[in-house]
């Protein structure tokens, strides 16, 4: 990596968060599609922020309501929505350019434009998401976790001098070193592929892994691979423990939804409220009770935006064991600041990383470890 200037990638940064947002008066999404289903909910997970409407000038759905908020067109956002902070639900830089010219060319009055969901959020956390900063353990660390917050954003383009591609949850040294009494969960296990690597790193040395699963598809996959494992590391079977689930803040039941065709691309665990493909029922742990009885020591999760609730469901245990932890925290803005803190406040002997393992603002993972 080329010497970076951390002084002033962290000024860089704290003159990008800087934007001030007045949403006192309420927030309005702009568009009613699935990006903005998804940022809605996102939303929803801080109580603080409730949009009170949807703007979307597409004929079919005037009057009507999205998420159980009302749809306004943008000439009824003029009356409805003055002095509100408008917040565009796209990654689509012509969507962003469009919508940002029409905005300003009849703007709603006082109102103010944000143009991504990331940048109100990061704006509105500057200060949570500097401390993070200044809290991560190294410099490639620091730049890595500067330059997603700016390029998603809009800030900034992706340094690709910063992306890991090779070794996703096992890029830090610390989580390569061989433990033989090690016990690994993998929360998202999918076909196996991360479980296989954890075996290579590891030279399969390794007491017990409990693989998290939910769909049936995949889960069939997995299942496969690690009776592969098995014999090719010449483990026991009891040693790679398959879980038909997923993993939660609570144990429930409750239906397995993707909004994709191939069940093999990605599926998440949705309330019934979400338009999605029900795929079928399926039951959601938390980790705190599966392992009430039972140490672990390392937790990689890679879950669908279900990480900060996952982690919720853990506080027990990642309090008594004290984990080396990898998880995903690209899936929500929150999630990229919010993490990190509460692992802090659960175990404040945590140090942490941040490594980018894909060219794009995609595999974004956290590390923490003592």
């Known amino acids: 990596m080329t010497n970076i200037d951390i002084n002033a990638v962290r000024a860089e940064l704290a003159q990008a968060l800087s934007k001030k947002f007045d949403d006192s008066t309420g927030v309005a999404i702009y568009g009613a599609g699935d990006t903005a289903e998804r940022w809605f909910n996102s939303f929803l997970d801080e109580e603080e922020i409730t949009p009170k409407y949807f703007i979307d000038d597409t004929p079919s759905k005037r009057g009507t309501t999205f998420l159980g908020k009302p749809i306004v067109t943008f000439e009824e956002a003029h009356a409805l929505c003055k002095s509100f902070v408008i917040v565009l639900c796209s990654y689509d830089a012509r969507t962003i350019e469009f919508m940002s010219k029409s905005f300003h060319e009849n703007p709603v009055e006082k109102g103010e434009f944000c143009s991504s969901f990331d940048e109100y959020v990061f704006c509105t956390h500057a200060k949570e998401i500097l401390d993070v900063f200044d809290f991560l353990e190294d410099d490639l660390s620091k730049a890595t976790y500067a330059n997603l917050i700016l390029a998603r954003m809009g800030k900034a383009k992706q340094n690709q001098e910063l992306v890991r591609p090779n070794r996703p949850y096992f890029e830090v040294p610390e989580f390569t070193k061989i433990k033989f009494d090690e016990v690994f969960v993998d929360c998202g296990a999918y076909v196996g592929g991360t479980i296989e690597q954890f075996l290579t790193v590891r030279l399969g040395e390794v007491k017990k892994v409990f693989a998290f699963e939910p769909s049936d598809r995949t889960f069939r996959a997995l299942k496969v691979r690690t009776d592969r494992l098995i014999a090719e590391w010449g483990l026991y079977d009891d040693q790679i423990k398959l879980v038909k689930a997923g993993v939660g803040e609570e144990v429930y039941h409750t239906k397995l939804k993707t909004t ?48 900060w ?62």
């Open 260 to 307: 994709m065709k191939n069940d093999y691309a990605t599926c998440a665990i949705f309330s019934e409220k979400h338009k999605c493909t029900q795929m079928g029922d399926v039951t959601v742990y938390a980790i705190d009770a599966y392992f009430a009885e039972e140490p672990i020591s390392f937790l990689k999760a890679d879950i669908e935006g279900y990480e």
């Open 309 to 370: 609730k996952m982690i919720h469901g853990a506080k027990q245990v990642i309090k008594r064991d004290r984990p080396k932890i990898a998880v995903c925290i690209y899936h929500s803005a929150f999630d990229m600041y919010r993490i990190a803190l509460k692992l802090k406040e659960l175990c404040p002997e945590y140090k942490f990383a941040v490594r980018q393992h894909y060219c794009d603002i995609w595999d974004t993972v956290l590390y923490a470890y003592v």
